[in-house]
């Protein structure tokens, strides 16, 4: 059974998840044969996403490609790329589980910032204009009686905007606000610099499902079995990433042989990802999402002007179908294998909430 995954975005993590369970032996476990296709899905994605270029944005191009390039699932697309297909009369493509699930990040501020008012005339790291954060950023701001565009400074840059990065500008008085993975915010606090937003505190029990897996509607229907395979693969990789110290020479080893000869030189010259990121890491166990954390997240796209205002929470069950993650589950749920790897990560679940 065939089965071609790409990525929406050009980070090379964005198909990370999917090499290792070919890696592992997961497909082939499963019953499937998966061919990875890595930065095909948006050939332009590279050149876009660099500081200073057009805003990035996958509306118009991500059924366009699958297409294009034969792509059957995706597990990394933004979660209102399907309903703005939706409004431009692109009915094919579904959500049909969840990728990162929950945000392992919190907006932390510099010791004179204790609140999003605060921010007026400070400087923001970001990654790039346009993306996830960005929109975040502006609703906050917007919220807070401060323009985006007039009050404060952008700081772009992998450096300034990567939560696994922009703790040291933040350190360093570089910018004056930041989103920060979670592991290095208690250090800052302990410096004094204040949370501005808990994405974990405030998102529960709904999650973040900011990046969902898709498919199209047609392949989903002609092919439920090979779903539910994939599906079956992919929480056992979900599962096998969190699992530190014991997994991670693994995870080590898929990451660098995914950033070697990268296309994206930044890829290639960009650290591995640390141990500490992993246990806490935004991967659903069961696979799934909640379609209340979707529309939260929906709100906040047709607040920014980026998602058009037809779009209502009614739309929300017509593009997510969970049927076969959920079957999928069910059956995993019951096996030896997942029944140890819950216990293992169980005193995690506790600490982090998921």
């Keep these: 059974m065939k089965l071609r995954v790409g990525n929406a975005c050009w980070h090379a993590f964005h198909v990370q998840h999917a090499l290792l369970c070919r890696e592992a032996g997961f497909y082939d476990q499963e019953g499937i044969d998966v061919e990875i296709v890595h930065a095909k899905i948006n050939p332009k994605a590279i050149e876009s996403s660099r500081p200073g270029g057009e805003r990035y944005d996958e509306v118009g191009t991500v059924l366009r490609d699958m297409i294009a390039y034969g792509i059957d699932i995706i597990p990394d697309v933004h979660v209102r790329t399907p309903f703005a297909e939706r409004v431009l009369g692109h009915d094919e493509v579904v959500i049909i589980g969840g990728w990162r699930n929950h945000y392992g990040g919190t907006a932390m501020g510099a010791p004179s910032v204790k609140s999003m008012g605060d921010l007026?005339?400070?400087?923001?790291?970001?990654?790039?204009?346009?993306?996830?954060?960005?929109?975040?950023?502006?609703?906050?701001?917007?919220?807070?009686?401060?323009s985006?565009?007039?009050?404060?400074?952008?700081?772009?840059?992998?450096?300034?905007?990567?939560?696994r990065e922009a703790w040291k500008p933040l350190q360093r008085g570089e910018t004056d606000a930041a989103i920060v993975q979670n592991p290095w915010v208690p250090t800052l606090l302990e410096q004094g610099y204040n949370k501005l937003y808990d994405f974990d505190q405030e998102t529960k029990p709904y999650g973040r499902p900011d990046r969902v897996?898709?498919?199209?509607?047609?392949?989903?229907?002609?092919?439920?079995?090979?779903?539910?395979?994939?599906?079956?693969?992919?929480?056992?990789?979900?599962?096998?990433?969190?699992?530190?110290?014991e997994n991670f020479p693994f995870q080590r080893y898929?990451?660098?042989?995914?950033?070697?000869?990268?296309?994206?030189?930044?890829?290639?010259?960009?650290?591995?990802?640390?141990?500490?990121?992993?246990?806490?890491?935004?991967?659903?166990?069961d696979g799934q999402l909640t379609e209340e954390g979707v529309w939260r997240i929906l709100e906040e796209h047709i607040d920014a002007g980026v998602l058009a205002k037809s779009v209502t929470w009614s739309d929300v069950a017509k593009l997510i179908d969970q049927a076969l993650v959920q079957e999928a589950w069910a059956e995993m749920s019951q096996t030896d294998e997942v029944k140890r790897s819950l216990e293992r990560l169980q005193p995690v679940i506790e600490r982090v909430g998921y």
């Design 120 to 146: 007026k005339g400070k400087r923001i790291g970001d990654w790039y204009k346009g993306g996830i954060h960005t929109l975040w950023w502006e609703r906050q701001l917007r919220q807070a009686g401060l």
């Design 148 to 163: 985006p565009d007039r009050d404060v400074e952008w700081k772009i840059g992998y450096l300034y905007g990567s939560m």
């Design 213 to 245: 897996t898709v498919a199209r509607r047609t392949f989903v229907e002609r092919n439920p079995e090979l779903i539910k395979r994939f599906w079956k693969a992919a929480i056992r990789g979900y599962h096998f990433m969190r699992i530190v110290p």
């Design 254 to 285: 898929v990451e660098a042989k995914l950033r070697t000869d990268n296309p994206d030189k930044a890829e290639c010259l960009r650290d591995l990802t640390p141990m500490v990121m992993m246990e806490s890491h935004f991967f659903p166990l």
